[in-house]
């Protein structure tokens, strides 16, 4: 399919004990051949070999490396063409050297994510499993490692496979009884398919309404922390970081911008942002600070309002009507609180310092937990994009509209859209061959 055979270092740039340089495309076995003066191993088993530069003559070749070296033949390899990996040592003049010999031997260095696509071409993954893969790659969290795992392992690839495939057939019984309303096709028939489509639509509006959790543990649980200026918030913010992320000072209104950390909570990818005091100020840049506090807050899956223990049981009301449901509140510098259960409006305040660390572990449980409940995952794979999203709504709405067409003929028209929503998640579509198909099958005998 594609007639040009690309390289790259599948490991990255810099020093290394191994480095990993991988050949797709029909040349790479006679590009072995030639670095390793010998015939081409056994597939798909590794072998130590010694890799030279290609020269006019034997005697005039220079030895590159001593590498183990893997051969694939296409199809049984990671894109489907014939594969070729070399694991060199990883020194920036190997694989410079390595790369030379490559190039010279007239191969063309990949461009991103070119093997995957050519793994794709060669219907080795579909679309689901490929960002399942991207997600592999950039997981940062044993949460994360997993669901990107289930991915591109094909979990979500085979639910939504199943729905199309029961689309597809309820499709082609319409089909029948278009194309065929004389024969004595079952009276019942388009009741019947108008349960499938019932049952299908209601286990693809579950799926969809899982709060996000799994676009949500892509891209990390978002935490705001919120309040008064010097009431301690970057000092929390650091304290959970373990590190001087943000500027501490005893003036109110140090910070101006947004500073965000990563945390890992239990595998749980939390994003917590330290953002400016909230006050009124005749400073424009202090008030950009707060406008731009206030619309983080707004977006964050989670609040955690820090109100002052040092003057306690003064706060600032307008902070306080911030409360919800969600939020977390915390009273920081509980070291100078007295009171054992304080609260605003019935609402308890977990009592912390981060000065000398107190309520810190309660504080990171609460977030743990919040985290957890929002993002853990379910029996079913979860849908981990926008992208799935956005397709799925259109096969839901094609789908219920085709539920209630009044005739089959557009009943039909709105289940081949269904069908083709969600054939682009993956990207495995050829609908109309697949019709075809069942529909051949469908009509035999007839
Ligand atoms: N050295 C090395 N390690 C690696 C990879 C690799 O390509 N090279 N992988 C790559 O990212 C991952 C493993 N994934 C792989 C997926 C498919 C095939 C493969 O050869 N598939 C053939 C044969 C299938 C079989 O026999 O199991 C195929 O699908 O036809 C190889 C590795 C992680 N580790
Ligand atoms: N005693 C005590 N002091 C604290 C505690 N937490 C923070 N502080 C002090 O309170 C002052 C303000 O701390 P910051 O963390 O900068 O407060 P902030 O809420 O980020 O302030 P702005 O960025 O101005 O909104 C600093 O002098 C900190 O050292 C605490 O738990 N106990
Ligand atoms: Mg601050």
Redesign the pocket.
């Known amino acids: 399919m594609s007639a040009d055979t690309i390289f790259a270092l599948?490991t990255p740039a810099g020093r290394s004990g191994v480095a990993?340089f991988?050949l797709s495309g029909p040349r790479s076995g006679e590009v072995l051949e030639t670095l390793t003066g010998r015939p081409l191993p056994r597939p798909?088993e590794a072998i130590r070999r010694r890799l030279f530069s290609s020269a006019a003559t034997d005697e005039h070749r220079i030895l590159l490396d001593d590498a183990l070296v893997?051969y694939?033949r296409a199809?049984?390899?990671?894109t489907?063409e014939d594969?070729v990996?070399l694991?060199v040592h990883g020194g920036p003049a190997i694989i410079a050297a390595i790369g030379k010999a490559l190039s010279a031997a007239g191969l063309r260095l990949a461009e991103a994510g070119e093997f995957t696509r050519r793994a794709f071409d060669h219907g080795?993954l579909d679309l689901l499993e490929i960002e399942g893969?991207a997600d592999l790659i950039a997981a940062e969290t044993e949460a994360q490692r997993r669901q990107a795992l289930r991915q591109a392992e094909g979990e979500l690839s085979a639910l939504y496979e199943s729905w199309r495939g029961a689309l597809i057939s309820a499709l082609a019984r319409m089909e029948a009884a278009i194309d065929f309303p004389d024969e004595d096709l079952p009276v019942d028939l388009i009741a019947l398919v108008d349960e499938t489509l019932r049952v299908l639509a209601r286990e693809i509006e579950t799926h969809l309404a899982d709060d996000h959790r799994g676009e949500m543990l892509r891209e990390g649980y978002s935490v705001a922390i919120i309040g008064a200026p010097n009431v301690g918030k970057s000092s929390l913010l650091n304290r959970l970081a373990g590190r001087e992320a943000a500027i501490v000072s005893a003036r109110a209104g140090t910070t101006r911008d947004v500073i965000e950390v990563k945390l890992d909570l239990a595998g749980y990818p939390v994003l917590v942002a330290d953002t400016a005091g909230l006050r009124e100020s005749p400073d424009e840049i202090e008030q950009e600070g707060v406008a731009r506090a206030l619309k983080r807050a707004e977006f964050a899956d989670l609040k955690l309002i820090v109100f002052d223990g040092a003057v306690w049981p003064d706060f600032d009301p307008a902070i306080a009507e911030r409360i919800d449901e969600a939020a977390i509140v915390v009273l920081n510098k509980a070291e100078f609180v007295a009171d054992p259960d304080p609260a605003i409006a019935g609402r308890p305040l977990l009592k912390v310092s981060a000065k000398t660390g107190l309520g810190l572990d309660a504080l990171v449980a609460a977030l743990t937990g919040r985290a957890a409940a929002a993002l853990n995952p379910g029996a079913q794979p979860a849908l981990t994009r926008l992208r799935h999203r956005a397709a799925l709504e259109r096969c839901l709405g094609a789908l219920n509209r085709g539920r209630t067409a009044p005739v089959v003929e557009l009943k039909a028209e709105d289940l081949r859209l269904a069908v083709q929503a969600l054939g682009r998640i993956t990207g495995r579509v050829e609908v109309d061959d697949v019709l075809d198909l069942i529909f051949r099958e469908f009509c035999i005998g007839k």
């Open positions: 599948a990993v991988r798909r893997i694939f199809p049984a390899s990671f489907g594969v990996e694991h080795k893969l």
